[in-house]
């Protein structure tokens, strides 16, 4: 087992694809992940699972992996259940921007469809959108995982490569967009807003319910207040305006399109 536990998840559904047929009925989603080069160990203590599922997990995948072999399912001791998961505060405030973050995310198909039909592209909207973008989504939100969070995690781990990957992709759409928009590409501005959408959309996911409970449940104390304390000083950096301008933004939106 051990061997297969040190392979990328991708490898090792290749070699078996019921492994991504298993892994799915435990909710992790390896098969319709876009990088999946995460290794299996890693994935599977990420999702946290309780003792017990865990131990029928791994007892399932190595008797698929190695059918000739007499696998015996690992004992749990009681009281190794999973416990009821509340963020910390720092966290809690990332996982709160993202509430912005997938409003926002979420318009974009309202603002794609004026782009298809209106005869004169709205620039303003879509610059409004774009700033939203670059502003709230990637200097004050991406920022803080990047040059804070992610220095209290192993930076060579799969996840971490996957998730800085996830941003470096996204602001490629955006500069795309913003290309697009000078040219007055409709077609490039549709297909790069799409492709950011659904990147978002996953991205969030992968965050809120794998990496950010993983990486909170190995903090420490100190290092939940030094988190939050490097946060405050990034946000007070930025300024006050910048989300104060950004969220007034996604109000206007939500008047626009709350109406339609
Ligand atoms: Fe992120
Ligand atoms: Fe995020």
Redesign the pocket.
Known sequence: MQNFMNMSVKEVIEKNPRIGEILEEYHIGCVPCTVATCLLRDVVTIHNLPGKDEAMLMYRMEKELYPERNVQLREVAEGKEKEEFKFSPPMQELVDEHVHIKQLVAYISEVLELVAQDEDIDRDLLFNVIRFIREYADRY??AK?EDILFEYTDRSLEIINV?ME??VTARGHIQAVVDAIDTGNREEIISHLTAYQALLTE??TK?DEILFPWIDRGLTTSQVGEIYRKFSEADAELGSDLPRRNLEFLRTLNEKFASQ
């Open positions: 939100h991406h995982e998730i996830d941003h991205h969030i965050e």
